[in-house]
């Protein structure tokens, strides 16, 4: 899901080689854990160069989810 995400906001897949149009690239993950009604699951959230990308299903600097989230 978080991969579909990173896909749509820089413009191609993850599988693309070769020359990219844009300068941002991928770059790694971050591990993030969020407590939940579900309990604290660990999870690989993509990163970009230029540190724009912002994930919908998991948001930036969020510690604790609802159902509704998670």
């Known amino acids: 899901m978080?991969?579909?995400e990173m896909d749509s906001h820089l413009g191609y897949g993850r599988k693309v080689r070769g020359e990219k149009e844009p300068a941002n690239r991928r770059?790694?993950?971050?591990h993030k854990s969020v407590n939940s009604a579900y309990g604290k699951p660990d999870d690989a959230v993509p990163r970009d160069r230029d540190g724009s990308f912002e994930p919908k299903a998991i948001p930036k600097r969020l510690k604790t989810a609802g159902k509704e989230i998670l």
């Open 2 to 4: 978080l991969q579909g």
């Open 27 to 30: 770059n790694g993950y971050s």
